[in-house]
């Protein structure tokens, strides 16, 4: 089943300057934007009423993002929403002016020019932008670290970018995008993790990514569910953990969700983080070499880390046998239960929850969480089949991992 490292948040709190980027204000702008778009609709939330009491818990929910505008994952929640802001400020507007169709027309377009929007990617959020970049009419050009396969190339490519596979790791490829960026006449660099100087982009990226959330807890109110007792959420830079879980820490902050951020052990900065403990960002480097390849970033969003160290309760880094695992549990449901398809970034939440409720080595980790029969669970699958392949040779033909 893989493995599991665990670390409790014991880091120093700061003054929690970027909560307020995940506003539920600033969310629901981002859900009203997202709505113009053609196409759009929320994305399944998945009841595993079975699973549930399997696995000894109250009610495990599981939002299905393969579902999302056709393109298998969440991520262009992000890239659209950061490209409508960006051009409403070139432009002089709030990005609650500028529905899909104003956008996408003529007028702007001879208002704002073209830009060209830089990234680097392992699949989902390149494929995002450039299918974004496409329907705004505007360039795209995506940088991909070694080791993406051209399952992911070819989409992106498909969608109207250039695209690349690099020599370098995921965070080389983000150097990359801001350097040809820098060069290029309006070029914009629009990547979902910040750093000090560019934070301003990938703050709406996060708040694009609050739609989800934002869904999540809407259709959990349909039923009857109040709050979650847990939300489980996977993490390479943090972005989405950050807003994720800045979203919960908005909507219940008297009595908020515990929050459990599962990260790929070979590139788990956040986890690393929490174990060195004094509240500083810790950077892996190195090729990052896992079938979670959403995951495999080795330096934190700075926004993201400062709301993740003031309300995770505890990181997790997980081996690729525990996403294989979940990826074959969700798509052979218990009787009754929907199937989830999940791709390997998209289902090591509910693999790390099976073992920690399954295997007595994380009896401990259980007791820490207080999981049990009253906890309701909620989880997102991030990612389907974006590599259809490689979802085959794990789910049909069993491939092992560690």
Request: some cysteine.
């Amino acid at each position: 089943m893989g493995e599991l490292q665990w670390a409790v948040n014991k880091m120093p709190k700061t003054d929690d300057k970027n909560l307020p980027v995940m506003a539920l204000s600033e969310v629901e702008k981002a859900r009203e934007f997202h709505k113009t778009i053609p196409g759009y609709k929320p994305t399944p939330l998945a009841k595993l009423t079975n699973m549930a009491e399997y696995l000894g818990l109250g009610e495990v929910y599981i939002k299905d993002e393969s579902y999302r505008f056709g393109l298998n994952a969440f991520k262009v929640l992000g890239g659209s929403f950061a490209m409508a802001r960006y051009i409403a400020q070139q432009t002089g507007r709030d990005v609650s002016e500028l529905d899909f169709e104003t956008l996408t027309s003529d007028k702007l377009r001879e208002e704002f020019g073209q830009a060209t929007f830089f990234t680097a990617t392992d699949g989902n959020h390149g494929r995002g932008v450039a299918w974004a970049a496409n329907r705004l009419k505007q360039k795209s050009v995506v940088f991909m670290p070694k080791g993406s396969t051209e399952t992911r190339l070819k989409n992106i490519q498909a969608e109207g970018a250039t695209a690349t596979i690099e020599e370098v790791n995921y965070d080389e490829c983000v150097r990359m995008a801001a350097a040809a960026a820098a060069k290029t006449p309006n070029g914009v660099v629009v990547q979902d993790t910040a750093w000090e100087g560019y934070e301003e982009i990938p703050s709406w990226i996060m708040q694009g990514y609050g739609t989800m959330a934002l869904e999540a807890s809407a259709q959990l109110a349909e039923n009857g569910v109040d709050r979650p007792t847990h939300v489980f959420v996977q993490a390479g830079v943090g972005s989405l953990a950050g807003a994720v879980q800045g979203y919960f820490a908005n909507k219940y902050p008297d009595n908020p969700p515990i929050v459990v951020v599962v990260e790929a052990d070979v590139a788990a900065c956040l986890y690393k983080g929490a174990v060195q403990g004094n509240g500083e960002e810790a950077i892996v480097d190195g090729d990052m070499q896992t079938i979670m390849a959403g995951l495999a970033c080795g330096e934190p969003n700075t926004t993201s880390w400062d709301i993740l160290k003031n309300h995770v309760s505890v990181f997790i880094a997980a081996s690729d046998g525990i996403a294989a695992h979940g990826m074959r549990m969700l798509s052979a449901p218990i009787k009754g239960d929907p199937q989830v398809v999940s791709g390997e970034s998209g289902a090591a939440p509910f693999g790390a929850l099976v073992s920690i409720m399954k295997d007595p080595a994380y009896a401990d980790l259980r007791a820490e969480l207080k999981l049990d029969k009253d906890s309701k669970v909620l989880l997102f699958s991030t990612e389907g089949d974006t590599d259809p392949d490689r979802y085959k040779e794990i789910v049909w033909d069993g491939k092992q991992y560690k």
